[in-house]
């Protein structure tokens, strides 16, 4: 672990904020915290952390509002929410709103390190290789995952974290239909209690990023998932 890796702390609780930033400074990690979502979004915005651990329900707004609120400013680092809400349905607007994870309270603090760890594990998986990784392709669509970067001919498309990881499992299998849990597993390494609306949701938000212009790549399949291909008549080999 990057012992130099700075978390934002959002939460109204005086004792749950000091609860998880000791445990955090104690982990290793340089914690600055912010008890409501405009301190939160000042804080988020004068410097580069590497994970936001944000509670829902915040005094002047939500934790829902304010990611999305600094995803628009153009700020994709990734939110752990922390949140009382148990609904399945509440997790999925967590997530789909731009969070990478989501505990429930009362929680255990060392479930929270655990979770942090995970999403840094998979920001930092592409650094981790030994040398660069070559660029994934298909029609004109491009993910370097050693710049971070994806292009659509030559138009870079700005990607949260989560829609760069879904993308690129596209990527590395045009052409086959993935199964809506196979996804689960990839992108987001578990089964949220076996709710796969949040796959829904996600390639909604990607195709809305990435098919500005046809021809249409992200296709559904019909009770099994999604796949990754160019329109039939365009993909079809052309004749004598």
């Given at each position: 672990?990057?012992?130099?890796?700075?978390?934002?702390?959002?939460?109204?609780?005086?004792?749950?904020?000091?609860?998880?930033?000791?445990?955090l400074?104690?982990?290793?990690?340089?914690?600055?915290?912010?008890?409501?979502?405009?301190?939160?979004?000042?804080?988020?915005g004068?410097?580069?952390?590497?994970?936001?651990?944000?509670?829902?329900?915040?005094?002047?707004?939500?934790?829902?509002?304010?990611?999305?609120?600094?995803?628009?400013?153009?700020?994709?680092t990734?939110?752990?929410?922390?949140?009382?809400?148990?609904?399945?349905?509440?997790?999925i607007?967590?997530?789909?709103?731009?969070?990478?994870?989501?505990?429930?309270?009362?929680?255990?603090?060392?479930?929270v390190?655990?979770?942090?760890?995970?999403?840094?594990?998979?920001?930092?998986?592409?650094?981790?290789?030994?040398?660069?990784?070559?660029?994934?392709?298909?029609?004109?669509?491009?993910?370097?995952?050693?710049?971070?970067?994806?292009?659509?001919?030559?138009?870079?498309?700005?990607?949260?974290?989560?829609?760069?990881?879904?993308?690129?499992?596209?990527?590395?299998?045009p052409?086959?239909?993935?199964?809506?849990?196979?996804?689960?597993?990839?992108?987001?390494?578990?089964?949220?209690?076996?709710?796969?609306?949040?796959v829904?949701?996600?390639?909604?938000?990607?195709?809305?990023?990435?098919?500005?212009?046809?021809?249409?790549?992200?296709?559904?399949?019909?009770?099994?998932?999604?796949?990754?291909?160019?329109?039939?008549?365009?993909?079809?080999?052309?004749?004598?």
């Amino acid at each position: 672990m990057d012992r130099q890796t700075a978390v934002l702390v959002v939460e109204d609780d005086p004792s749950i904020r000091t609860l998880l930033t000791s445990a955090l400074t104690a982990a290793g990690y340089a914690v600055e915290s912010a008890a409501d979502g405009q301190r939160a979004a000042a804080a988020a915005g004068s410097r580069r952390h590497g994970l936001i651990v944000l509670d829902v329900m915040l005094p002047d707004t939500d934790g829902f509002r304010l990611i999305r609120e600094l995803r628009t400013r153009g700020i994709y680092t990734p939110v752990l929410f922390l949140t009382a809400r148990t609904e399945v349905e509440d997790r999925i607007i967590g997530l789909s709103s731009g969070g990478d994870d989501y505990v429930t309270k009362p929680f255990h603090v060392q479930e929270v390190l655990l979770r942090i760890r995970a999403i840094l594990r998979r920001g930092n998986a592409p650094a981790a290789a030994s040398g660069p990784l070559p660029p994934l392709r298909y029609a004109d669509l491009a993910l370097d995952r050693t710049a971070h970067e994806v292009r659509r001919k030559d138009r870079l498309l700005k990607l949260s974290p989560t829609e760069f990881r879904l993308l690129a499992c596209f990527l590395a299998r045009p052409e086959h239909v993935l199964d809506k849990r196979e996804i689960l597993r990839q992108v987001w390494n578990y089964d949220f209690s076996g709710d796969t609306r949040i796959v829904d949701t996600y390639v909604k938000n990607l195709r809305r990023k990435i098919e500005t212009e046809p021809p249409a790549l992200l296709h559904t399949v019909r009770g099994v998932g999604y796949c990754l291909r160019l329109p039939r008549d365009e993909n079809r080999p052309a004749g004598p």
